[in-house]
């Protein structure tokens, strides 16, 4: 790592200096930081804080059903903190203070709070916020999905959620920026210390969103956005400091090592395919699992008023539903009831059949995807990314819900006319899924078996996300005025699907090139 560090964090405690008989307060040593201001009168003590920490929630409100019972759940996972962490749910007040005055959990999430399930993601986040402002979340790290939906649309969700959402490592550079409300940390009270925490997005944030979306804001480095947040948190009395990230685990030691003196109790994070250490120094790092399958248990005691780490103990708590388990939590309940009787009213139609299901990554899956906007919109070909699935197809009867549980982006379909140069160039990223052209050997051909001519033009059906530069795909510099259909990703999906006509004798497999 390089040797340039940022200046580490000194917390130092009051001098007690006794003098002609009296007490006089020495004043806090800062070295390049600030120090943790304590009263040198106050014995020390002991305080215990339980964090309970979500990731990649994705909007998966309800409890997904498995052999033997059933797994997650947004009441689920609630019933479990109120019964085994003594968790006080409700919405906090201003300051981030739990309803109880004797509370001592904080909840935190790493982010991607809504995108995901149909019940989420159909109504755009809305229940999602709704169910977390229940929970009692304290903060959420920005997921980089959190601006799947329109800036206005986000703000909206974070003031139905009641909870700010923190990336220390994006810095609003114009009025663009500010209007987010991003934060770089929260300071809370619990059981009578104040609890910090900070949240990092991840590197990605600022170009997974649609164009646009993140405008205003720029990325610094880790490291230093940690110190600055730790440092101003360390400042106003912070006796623990927590970090929720929606990076990588394995990337948190290429800022945390060498900054021990930053006191720093956890890190929780997302798991990428590169293996993570458990700690770094004294500080755990921590997978809080996704979906609300599972949730992160985090007991940190520190000294008080010295706010030095005494122990962290963590472990992982898997969310099953069953009659041992503890009862689901029934607001929560009563309010995905609601949401759920809206959602079967507009997506419960059942619009086809599979046999078999599709795959998440299969062939199967990319076809019928592919092949239903080329013959919608009658183009040459059809051009979608990998990413765009979220999960498989499972077997049985298709229902509009399946689709927007399958796709739950905010897209519309557009209509490019696209030299072959820069459709080759398309065909060549490894994210792409296509109908209408297939590699032959080591050239691509289109749906007739010629060669793809760079000289000639193609009409391309994808996405506004795609086209605008998602996935680096860059088709708007092919053609900077595209037919706009109006028409979203799933509602064409939908309308191919059900004039299929599939059923258990004609499955959806059967029809798919």
């Not at 059933?70 to 300051?95: F, I, M, S, Y």
């Not at 934060?183 to 991840?202: F, Q």
């Not at 699935?389 to 509009?400: A, H």
Request: glycine share 10%; hydrophobic share 40%; net charge neutral.
């Amino acid at each position: 790592m390089n040797s340039t560090r940022v200046p580490r964090l000194a917390i130092a405690v009051l001098a007690v200096v006794l003098a002609s008989g009296c007490t006089k307060e020495k004043p806090p040593e800062v070295h390049g930081a600030v120090a943790v201001a304590a009263d040198a009168g106050a014995p020390e003590k002991t305080v215990t804080i339980t964090f309970l920490v979500t990731g990649a929630e994705n909007g998966y409100l309800l409890a997904t059903p498995e052999e033997g019972g059933a797994r997650g759940g947004a009441a689920e996972t609630l019933g479990a903190w109120v019964a085994n962490e003594k968790h006080c749910p409700g919405p906090l007040a201003a300051d981030g203070a739990a309803p109880c005055p004797d509370a001592a959990t904080v909840a935190l999430s790493t982010g991607d709070n809504a995108n995901g399930q149909a019940i989420s993601s159909y109504f755009k986040g809305e229940p999602t916020a709704e169910v977390m402002s229940r929970m009692g979340y304290v903060a959420s790290s920005l997921g980089n999905r959190e601006l799947d939906w329109p800036r206005e649309q986000f703000l909206a969700n974070a003031a139905k959620g009641g909870f700010p959402y923190l990336a220390a490592n994006l810095v609003a550079k114009d009025d663009d920026g500010r209007k987010l409300g991003l934060l770089p940390s929260r300071l809370v009270p619990r059981a009578g210390v104040k609890v910090g925490v900070v949240g990092l997005a991840a590197k990605k944030a600022t170009v997974t969103p649609m164009p646009g979306r993140m405008a205003g804001l720029e990325s610094v480095s880790e490291e230093k956005a940690v110190y600055e947040a730790v440092k101003a948190l360390r400042g106003n009395g912070a006796a623990m400091v927590a970090v929720v990230s929606d990076g990588c685990l394995d990337e948190v030691p290429s800022w945390l090592e060498g900054h021990a003196d930053w006191n720093i109790a956890f890190v929780a994070a997302r798991k990428c395919d590169a293996p993570a250490p458990v700690s770094v120094g004294a500080t755990k790092l921590v997978y809080p699992g996704r979906r609300f399958g599972s949730y992160a248990r985090v007991k940190v005691t520190v000294g008080v008023p010295s706010g030095s780490v005494r122990s962290v103990e963590t472990a992982s708590v898997e969310v099953v539903a069953g009659p041992t388990a503890p009862p689901p939590d029934a607001k929560v309940k009563e309010m995905l009831a609601g949401w759920k009787s809206k959602l079967d009213a507009a997506l419960g139609d059942t619009i086809g059949f599979t046999k078999t299901g599709l795959e998440q990554e299969s062939k199967e899956m990319a076809s019928w995807l592919t092949t239903s906007l080329k013959e919608r919109f009658k183009t040459d070909v059809a051009l979608l990314n990998r990413k765009g699935v979220r999960q498989g197809l499972p077997e049985g009867k298709v229902t509009k819900e399946s689709v927007y549980d399958l796709v739950p982006w905010d897209n519309q379909v557009v209509i490019a006319r696209v030299p072959g140069d820069a459709l080759l160039a398309a065909l060549g990223n490894v994210e792409a899924r296509v109908a209408g052209a297939k590699p032959k050997d080591e050239s691509w051909v289109d749906a007739k078996g010629a060669a793809i001519d760079p000289k000639k033009t193609y009409s391309v059906a994808t996405i506004d996300y795609l086209y605008l530069g998602g996935d680096g795909f860059q088709l708007n510099k092919a053609d900077p005025k595209p037919e706009q259909t109006g028409v979203s990703w799933q509602s064409a999906l939908i309308e191919w699907t059900q004039g299929k006509k599939t059923d258990e004798k004609k499955p959806l497999e059967s029809v798919l090139p």
